[in-house]
């Protein structure tokens, strides 16, 4: 669930250079403050996949919602649920 949505994020990020010392800039504009920066292309997309993991986690914990990306969705129940019987 989770590793699918970040794929579709993923594929959905744009990138840009900037002027600046980690000149490769990336943000996926569906997931508003979604962006990273990085020194190589590789190293923004590596730093674009962790900043999505955080803001997933971050949402989770304050019970906001997480909007569809590709058909993916995350949502959590307020109740809390058994997975022992």
Same mark, same amino acid.
């Given at each position: 669930?989770?590793?699918?949505?970040?794929?579709?994020?993923?594929? $959905?990020?744009?990138?840009? %250079?900037?002027?600046?010392?980690?000149?490769?800039?990336?943000?996926?504009?569906?997931? &508003?403050?979604?962006?990273?920066?990085?020194?190589?292309?590789?190293?923004? $997309?590596? &730093? +674009?996949?962790?900043?999505?993991?955080?803001? /997933?986690? +971050?949402?989770? $914990? +304050?019970?906001?919602? %997480?909007?569809?990306?590709?058909?993916? /969705? %995350?949502?959590?129940?307020? &109740?809390?649920?058994? %997975?022992?019987?």
């Amino acid at each position: 669930m989770f590793g699918e949505y970040i794929q579709a994020a993923m594929e $959905r990020a744009t990138y840009e %250079i900037i002027d600046n010392p980690e000149p490769f800039y990336g943000e996926v504009p569906e997931l &508003e403050g979604v962006w990273a920066t990085g020194k190589t292309l590789e190293a923004c $997309r590596k &730093e +674009l996949q962790s900043v999505i993991e955080g803001w /997933i986690a +971050l949402k989770l $914990r +304050l019970g906001h919602p %997480i909007p569809a990306i590709g058909g993916h /969705i %995350i949502s959590a129940s307020a &109740e809390p649920v058994s %997975i022992a019987e």
